[in-house]
Every structure is written in structure tokens, then in C-alpha cells.
């Protein structure tokens, strides 16, 4: 792409893109090429269609190439676009942030599966703001609150919930989720860090090198975090409240141990809709 003197036009930078990408270990290289040339040309995927035959200028090439490059190198698209989609929301994200999964849409529905008219929620390690926001924006009665230990990412969390017209029902508190706040909730939700320290390597490199580990690790055994939050759980939670976390594919029975073991009650698993387990939960009875 650097050294030809020929006429580019959308659609070989397209195949060209596509075919890097794959040669890269890529695994969407056409679905990734198709949003960065969009988002770099500032199209949708119909107009990227639509204008196939376009030749691009050098200044569109001059975008463009860069932030091929760091997409070869792995950097995820989602740091590149600037912005990822959750619960049909558009989530400003960065570096600062881990990047919303799809999966963790199962931790909201088993929240608001639970919520009644009002209440209060607590998310601890808020991150973008994608959980705490979804659920203040399905549930207008209650006092929302997102506990997290890094101003930048808080910053974050404070765009995104403005965005989406949420401020005034979401508390942005800094904090370690080793002390909770002394207030007592109806549902205490939490994507936690849950990746043991010898997994790391096993990672892919889009996670590995580039999202932040602090909201990646938890410690030798990956159960640091559900330990503290079931031990807070009890003296935080209302009666009747829940305590909801997303967990890895191997922690499930564990962590329902550290739950049981806490005094919560009623406790089950729901897996994701690729049939992993991916949220426990228990009940303060």
C-alpha cells in the first residue's frame, strides 16, 4: 500500500486490508476492515458499499494506513474506533477501560430479572460505565451508583453516562472494591477481575497487550475479588437483596462456594448464549 503509484479505491483497500488482517492471525479480518475504513472515511458499512469504485485521495490514505497498521499490531478495533456497542448503546472506551463484551449483556439481564420499581444498585469496577449505564437506562426509579479505582477510567464513565442522558441517576464514586460503601443496596452487580496470574500468557494479544490489567487480574488463583465481595456482600446487601458477578468458565463452582460460605442464599448460574457459565448469583435472605 506504501509504494504503488496506482489509483486506490475503496474496495482494493478494502481486499487489501482484509487480506493483512488475516495474515496477522486477524479473526474477523473483513468484518475489521470494513469498520475502520468506515469509521477513517466516516461512512456507515451501507455507504462503504455504495462507494466501491471511489478512488481515495492521499489524505484519506494518510489516515487510513496508520491505524491499519496498529490493527495489524493487534491494538483492538474498538481503541481505534474510539467506541464500542453494549445493551444497543454506544460506549465510549479506551485504553483506560476494558472493552465491553457481549457476554456481560447476560449479567444485565439477570439484574433487571431481579429489579423491581426502585432501589439501589451498586456496580463495583464500573470500568466505561456500560453496566451501571444499560441498567439506570431500563430502570428510571433507581439510584444508581459505579464504584471504580481509576480516575481516568472514572472519566470515562462520567462521558459515557452524560451521553446517555444517565448523570443525575449515576453516582461515579472512586474507590477499591476492598471497601465498599457503607450504604446498603438491593443489587450489588460486578464484572470483576478474574484472570489467575498463570493465564495471563494464554491470553489473545489484543487483551494481553493492550487492556489494562488492573482490570484484568486477580491475583494467583483469579478468586481475589469474588473473596472480598462476598465477604462485604452480607453487610451492604438489604434483605432480599443480590450480589451478581460475572465470572471465568472454570470459577463457577467456587465461586458459589465463597457465596455460600458468605451466607447468601438461593444461589445459581447463568451461562452466556454460547453455553459457557458466566454469572453467579446470591441472595441476602
Not at 438491593?186 to 470483576?192: G, K
Not at 493465564?199 to 494479544?205: A, C, F, G, I, V
Request: charged letters at 25%; glycine letters at 8%.
Amino acid at each position: 500500500m506504501r509504494n504503488v503509484s496506482d489509483t486506490w479505491t475503496l474496495l482494493r483497500l478494502l481486499r487489501w486490508s482484509t487480506e493483512y488482517f488475516a495474515g496477522k492471525g486477524i479473526e474477523n479480518p473483513r468484518l475489521d476492515a470494513e469498520l475502520l475504513l468506515a469509521h477513517c472515511l466516516q461512512l456507515d458499512r451501507v455507504g462503504l458499499y455504495l462507494n466501491f469504485d471511489r478512488p481515495l485521495i492521499a489524505a484519506e490514505l494518510d489516515r487510513i494506513r496508520p491505524l491499519v497498521k496498529r490493527r495489524g499490531q493487534r491494538e483492538p478495533l474498538q481503541y481505534l474506533l474510539g467506541c464500542t456497542e453494549f445493551w444497543s448503546l454506544e460506549f465510549e472506551v479506551s485504553p483506560a477501560v476494558l472493552i465491553p463484551r457481549a457476554d456481560t449483556e447476560v449479567l444485565v439481564e439477570e439484574a433487571l430479572s431481579r429489579a423491581g420499581d426502585s432501589g439501589r444498585l451498586l456496580d463495583v469496577g464500573t470500568g466505561s460505565g456500560a453496566i451501571v449505564i444499560s441498567l439506570a437506562s431500563e430502570l428510571p426509579g433507581w439510584q444508581c451508583e459505579g464504584l471504580e479505582i481509576s480516575p481516568a477510567a472514572l472519566e470515562v464513565a462520567t462521558r459515557n453516562a452524560i451521553r446517555h442522558g444517565v448523570a443525575e441517576r449515576v453516582r461515579l464514586l472512586q474507590g477499591d472494591l476492598a471497601e465498599l460503601p457503607r450504604q446498603q443496596y438491593d443489587l450489588i452487580v460486578s464484572n470483576p477481575p478474574y484472570i489467575a496470574a498463570e493465564e495471563w500468557e494464554e491470553l489473545m494479544p489484543e487483551v494481553r497487550c493492550f487492556e489494562p490489567p488492573t482490570a484484568l487480574l486477580a491475583g494467583n488463583d483469579g478468586l481475589e475479588c469474588y473473596r472480598k465481595l462476598s465477604e462485604q456482600a452480607p453487610s451492604r446487601l438489604n434483605a432480599g437483596g443480590w450480589l451478581l458477578v460475572e465470572i471465568g468458565y472454570r470459577q463457577a463452582e467456587v465461586v458459589q462456594q465463597l457465596f455460600a460460605a458468605a451466607g447468601l442464599q438461593e444461589l445459581f448460574v447463568r451461562k452466556d448464549y454460547a453455553g459457557n457459565p458466566r454469572v453467579v448469583g446470591g441472595c441476602l435472605n
